[in-house]
């Protein structure tokens, strides 16, 4: 059977962090405060990937809590997550994922996040949308002060 997963995720820009998204390091002033990487595109993705299988959401099972997922590297989250899918006997079909962010740009730095999450995803980079927008400088997104993500993951799972 083939289901479905939705994941959204946001965190707040915090000086002196780097701003990692889909596992790159974009250069900016501000980086995104977080326990781990707080990398809002990955804990996207693993969140559609969770949701999709009824899993907890990637707070349970990487609590911010825990001493181990300090500056954990979030591609590594997806990974896990795949594992949970695999380990369950199923597979994932494809990822479509947004970035929302006023600055700095992202779109130049696209092609290499694909690459790192068709890596941990194992899937072929055509079964993986990122693309990116701004918030039409509205909100607190417009404000420049974060950036949001979401995601949504197709699994095909034994019934
Ligand atoms: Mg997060």
Do not use: W
């Not at 055509?126 to 927008?133: F, L, N």
């Amino acid at each position: 059977m083939t289901l479905v997963g939705l994941g959204y995720d946001v965190h707040r820009f915090a000086e002196g962090r780097k701003l990692i998204l889909g596992g790159v390091e974009i250069p900016y002033a501000l980086g995104l405060d977080g326990h781990s990487d707080a990398d809002v595109l990955c804990h996207a993705i693993a969140d559609a990937i969770l949701g999709a299988i009824g899993e907890a959401d990637i707070g349970h099972h990487f609590p911010n809590t825990d001493p181990a997922c300090e500056g954990m590297d979030s591609l590594e989250i997806v990974r896990r997550a795949v594992q949970l899918v695999q380990q369950q006997g199923g597979r994932i079909l494809n990822i479509d994922s947004t970035l929302v962010a006023e600055a700095p740009k992202i779109a130049p730095h696209l092609t290499a996040m694909k690459a790192n999450l068709a890596r941990v995803l194992t899937l072929p980079e055509k079964r993986i949308g990122i693309k990116a927008t701004t918030n039409e400088r509205m909100g607190f997104l417009g404000r420049k002060e974060g950036v949001a993500a979401m995601a949504v993951a197709s699994v095909e799972m034994p019934e």
